[in-house]
């Protein structure tokens, strides 16, 4: 009797096979919870899996943000109809209003948000950068008076690292100096000394093992300092790391030619997240150069604007021009939003400040972006990632050019 025959004939040695191996896997998860499971042939875009407290994450992943344990306007229930996988909260809001004590007592931000899958937290580090005139920086942290009520608050790493702890994050952020742009080389090298002497404090004050904890590579556009950052960090063997301090002014060109350059400084087998991108061509642009993970405000805040994706570039659904039009926002659209309501009344709803139309426009946007990135993940599983983003740029640039 063969080795195979034996298996098939013996049943429960069967399932003990399987069941070692399934405790293999995890295992080897365990010891590195993200895995590239394939990799194009024409590029350096891949897919990959990432496991976590709340579930696995299949990556590139875009994650919709939600500032205040809320993504404005939908619910979580519209979330995962819409296929997202993470949500981005951020501690520093969450830590004044309504404070991680309330949280904790409701049994950790999931169930606070009645969100059971994985949740991501940013550390404060944006803040330090968005509330300049509110705060004092130094080696130890940044000070604050709250921009609620103007209260001080003291910002250490070991304190962003405890409120994320408390939340109860799948994934959180080291503290970090995110500089302005344009900024002098000397500030900016300052800054990014500093972001590693925070990575480091954190991950020494990180309590939970089952958070993973990515720190944050800084040094504004200078190449050499973004080296530096990432060399350092890579060091301290992190599962993770995020590129910050892009998309904050520069052009386009320049967030691309900095993403790229620090992206060979960050290992194959890490997961690479950068920070505060959301344009779909932008998107598969960085897909294109291996990153993995994204977020951004801008799909939901253009939303509310009134500014929709579409196959054929934005569109502006509050324009006068649509008062008529009783086509959805793009006919190729299987959103839930385009399934059911025109353009003219969701038009309607906006000009009218019904609340409805700002979730409308919320819904579409967010599936748009999802489904750009689940067509990107099978377009690199058939190695075809370069034809998939030549052919939707090119039509989508195209009509971009046109409307102008």
Same mark, same amino acid.
């Given at each position: ?10 049943? *429960? ?31 350096? /875009? ?7 407290? @709340? ?13 205040? /344990? ?14 997202? $996988? ?23 931000? @999931? ?5 059971? !899958? ?16 509110? #705060?004092?920086?130094?080696?130890? &942290?940044? #000070?604050?008076?709250? @921009? ?5 608050? =003291?910002?250490?790493? $070991? ?20 500089? +302005?742009?344009?900024? &002098? ?32 590579? +800084? ?20 599962? &993770? ?11 386009? *060109? ?13 290992? $194959? ?15 598969? $642009? ?14 939901? !805040?253009?939303? #509310?604007?009134?500014?929709? =994706? ?11 021009? @649509? ?20 353009? /003219? ?13 700002? !979730? ?7 599936? =748009?972006?999802?489904?750009?990135? #689940?067509? /990107? ?11 998939? !983003? ?15």
């Amino acid at each position: 009797m063969t080795c195979q025959e034996k298996i098939i004939y013996f049943p *429960s040695f069967s399932l003990l096979l399987c069941s070692l191996i399934g405790f293999y896997d995890i295992f080897i998860y365990m010891i590195n919870p993200f895995k590239v499971i394939h990799k194009d042939k024409n590029s350096k /875009a891949r897919i990959g899996k990432l496991i976590t407290s @709340h579930g696995e994450v299949s990556t590139p992943i875009f994650m919709p943000v939600g500032t205040q /344990a809320t993504v404005k306007t939908l619910s979580p229930e519209e979330l995962i109809d819409i296929g997202a $996988e993470v949500v981005l909260c951020n501690a520093y809001h969450l830590a004044l209003r309504p404070g991680t004590e309330i949280i904790k007592e409701a049994g950790g931000l @999931h169930k606070f948000m009645h969100w059971d !899958r994985p949740i991501l937290t940013d550390s404060g580090g944006y803040q330090i950068f968005s509330l300049a005139d509110l #705060r004092k920086i130094t080696d130890e &942290g940044a #000070r604050f008076q709250s @921009h609620i009520d103007g209260k001080e608050i =003291f910002l250490t790493p $070991e304190e962003a690292v405890r409120i994320q702890n408390d939340l109860g994050a799948d994934i959180i952020m080291t503290l970090d100096e995110c500089i +302005q742009y344009p900024c &002098g080389y000397d500030y900016a090298e300052i800054a990014m000394q500093r972001t590693c002497k925070w990575a480091k404090r954190c991950k020494k004050a990180h309590a939970d093992k089952r958070q993973l904890l990515f720190p944050v590579i +800084q040094g504004g556009m200078y190449k050499d300092l973004r080296e530096r950052c990432a060399n350092e960090l890579v060091g301290e063997n992190f599962l &993770g790391y995020a590129i910050g301090g892009l998309s904050v002014g520069e052009d386009r *060109s320049l967030m691309y030619e900095i993403a790229k350059h620090t992206l060979d400084f960050i290992p $194959e087998h890490s997961v690479r997240y950068l920070m505060g991108v959301g344009e779909p061509r932008d998107l598969l $642009e960085c897909i294109g150069m291996g990153i993995d993970m994204f977020d951004c405000v801008m799909p939901t !805040r253009n939303a #509310r604007n009134g500014t929709t =994706f579409t196959k054929e570039g934005k569109l502006v659904v509050r324009n006068a021009e @649509h008062a008529r039009n009783h086509g959805p926002i793009d006919a190729e659209c299987g959103c839930y939003t385009c399934r059911n309501y025109s353009r /003219a009344y969701i038009r309607h709803l906006l000009n009218t400040s019904e609340i409805l139309g700002l !979730r409308l426009t919320s819904i579409h946007n967010l599936y =748009f972006l999802m489904e750009l990135i #689940r067509d /990107a993940r099978k377009a690199i599983s058939k190695n075809k990632f370069l034809d998939f !983003r030549k052919a939707f740029l090119k039509r989508y640039a195209y009509a971009e050019k046109s409307k102008t």
